[in-house]
């Protein structure tokens, strides 16, 4: 799965864990986003409001029929 994406941002490799902004920093400084261009998903509301906060597109993961809603609604998916 994880071959489909450029890169990724493990917390204990950079020793930064969410919901601290600087992680959501180095993530779009590394994939070379805007806030504004990311989507930001996790289980967890405490994290994705962190991530809003810095301007990315946040959604709470509940389910894999509701994500991939979203994802069609954002047209990431087919």
Same mark, same amino acid.
């Given at each position: ?11 204990? $490799? ?18 070379? =986003?805007?806030?504004?261009? @990311? =989507?930001? *998903? ?5 994290? *994705?409001?962190?991530?809003?906060? *810095? ?6 993961? $509940?389910? $894999? @029929? $509701?994500?991939? @809603?979203? =994802?069609?609604?954002?047209?990431? =998916?087919?």
């Amino acid at each position: 799965m994880f071959d489909r994406f450029r890169d990724i941002v493990v917390s204990g $490799t950079e020793k930064l864990v969410k919901p601290d902004p600087a992680i959501y920093h180095l993530a779009l400084n590394r994939f070379g =986003l805007k806030p504004d261009e @990311a =989507l930001f *998903v996790d289980d967890r509301q405490d994290n *994705v409001d962190a991530a809003a906060a *810095v301007g990315m597109h946040g959604v709470l993961f $509940t389910d $894999t @029929a $509701t994500l991939r @809603a979203e =994802l069609k609604r954002q047209g990431l =998916l087919p």
